[in-house]
């Protein structure tokens, strides 16, 4: 999606000042600035720019659940960051890698006013609407603006020679027909990552006909207890990204620097296993950490580094009913490629991943065809 | 008959103004939701589960100190507006600030 020409980011459409409720707040009361100046530089001075960024002193005054459940809010903690990170061994009482952190990992931060008026940053910044507020987040410009190759790109079939999400190009569905979009959601006193969350979807919430006997022979109890739905499902590869750097360049200049990405398909052990994702065969998606992530600021930062896989739980969204790996028993039977094993996983990082990586001689064996 | 209805009202009066600082009293000790500010009413939610995340430098996790009140007059808007509707004079006026990006960034992020 191209970047909005910079008027057009700030460009106030007549239906806001004529139909939305937030108009009747005045320009001056949220943004702050200085009113009877014509001068543009004298007009900003002291304007703030993203309102939404403390709920509530803003969004707060009048939308109170929301603002309340915003003060834990994952996009807006980065909880998930924060919690995967200590794992790791990083202390976030230690100015050095706090500075690191706010450095590099603090942009994809996301508050009130990144999701319901203006795009993200990701894709250049301005109003979604001409400053209309958008109850339910655009699927397009706001998810997909921060979880795009990983997400929507797999939602859309954006990768070639893999189709779309069945739920988008059959049913059109939004990200929140599934995520629901009420104050829970907002809510992330669950702590940890987004899998925490008890309130996330999951395939049965719609799809409770799945059962033993439903005419799907791979729907035994053995298989709907053993792996999770889209290691079926998963039309095929993902994104999988590598090697990321961060650091600050000789013009001061803060950035980071990854290898390229990779499109990889790869079953694994749960690393994650609970009530909620019992299963032990999931689908695993290789994240851009690794020991140095942090090394221009010190060394060691990640002292634990090892306490968590760099191939991660995953749950591509491109599902599909039928797909390359169920169409027939041995599609992913005997297929060691499909599995993660160890000559897949870089020797440093063996350690980190030795939870997730499938022995040989645990592949599902090769079955009799019509059998499972 | 007078002196017993005066008599009363001075009697209900007392019995009011009682009564008004009791109220009073109450609503001092226990504020309802609408008199208390929301960041003291999530209080519980500020105190986040994660001990990492209160560890957290404040610029990180504070909010924008300088928000002006809203519910503040919005008459003195008028300029904003005229400006910020104005297609032409946006076109005309408003700038990308620089773009910095540094040479060593590669990758997607």
């Given at each position: 999606m191209p970047p909005l020409e910079v008027w057009q980011k700030v460009l106030v459409k007549d239906k806001f000042l004529e139909k939305d409720v937030h108009a009747d707040i005045g320009c001056i009361a949220c943004h702050g600035g200085q009113s009877g100046v014509d001068d543009k530089d004298a007009a900003h001075e002291g304007m703030i720019k993203k309102v939404g960024a403390d709920p509530a002193k803003t969004c707060g005054k009048c939308h109170v659940d929301y603002a309340t459940a915003a003060q834990t809010n994952i996009h807006r903690l980065q909880t998930g960051y924060q919690e995967v990170l200590a794992h790791r061994g990083a202390d976030f009482t230690d100015p050095t890698f706090t500075t690191a952190y706010n450095n590099h990992c603090t942009g994809c931060h996301a508050d009130c006013s990144d999701c319901h008026v203006s795009r993200p940053t990701a894709l250049g910044g301005g109003l979604l609407s001409g400053h209309l507020f958008k109850k339910t987040a655009s699927i397009w410009q706001t998810c997909g603006g921060c979880h795009s190759t990983r997400i929507a790109d797999d939602y859309k079939g954006g990768h070639e020679g893999i189709p779309a999400d069945v739920h988008w190009e059959k049913k059109g569905m939004l990200c929140s027909d599934c995520h629901a979009d009420d104050a829970s959601y907002h809510d992330g006193s669950h702590g940890g990552t987004r899998y925490e969350d008890p309130t996330a979807p999951t395939?049965?919430?719609?799809?409770?006909?799945?059962?033993?006997?439903?005419?799907?022979?791979?729907?035994d109890q053995e298989h709907l207890d053993?792996?999770?739905?889209?290691?079926?499902?998963?039309a095929g590869a993902y994104k999988s990204c590598y090697g990321c750097h961060t650091g600050i360049d000789d013009k001061g200049i803060k950035y980071f620097a990854s290898e390229p990405s990779q499109m990889t398909f790869k079953i694994g052990h749960n690393p994650i296993k609970s009530e909620k994702h019992p299963w032990e065969w999931v689908l695993l998606r290789h994240v851009?950490?690794?020991?140095?992530?942090f090394a221009y600021y010190g060394e060691n930062l990640l002292s634990d580094f090892d306490a968590l896989p760099t191939w991660k739980f995953t749950t591509p969204h491109?599902?599909?009913?039928?797909t390359p790996q169920n169409e027939t028993c041995n599609n992913c039977h005997g297929?060691?490629?499909?599995f993660l094993t160890e000559k897949d996983v870089t020797p440093d990082e063996r350690e980190a991943n030795a939870p997730v990586i499938v022995a040989p001689e645990d592949i599902p064996k090769p079955v009799e065809e019509g059998g499972s | 008959m007078n002196h017993r209805t005066l008599f009363s009202r001075k009697h209900l009066l007392w019995l009011a103004a009682v009564l008004a600082i009791i109220v009073l009293g109450v609503l001092v000790i226990r504020p309802p939701a609408w008199a208390t500010p929301l960041g003291a009413q999530s209080a519980t939610h500020l105190n986040t589960t994660s001990a990492t995340i209160a560890e957290m430098p404040p610029q990180q996790l504070a909010g924008n100190s300088q928000m002006a009140a809203v519910g503040a007059s919005h008459i003195q808007s008028d300029n904003c507006i005229a400006c910020h509707t104005d297609k032409k004079k946006l076109k005309k006026l408003a700038k990308e600030p620089e773009e910095v990006k540094s040479e060593e960034a590669a990758g997607e992020g």
């Open positions: 395939c049965e919430q719609c799809h409770e006909d799945v059962k033993p006997g439903d005419g799907v022979d791979q729907h053993k792996v999770a739905c889209q290691t079926c499902h998963a851009p950490t690794n020991k140095d992530l491109n599902v599909r009913a039928k297929q060691t490629d499909l | -």
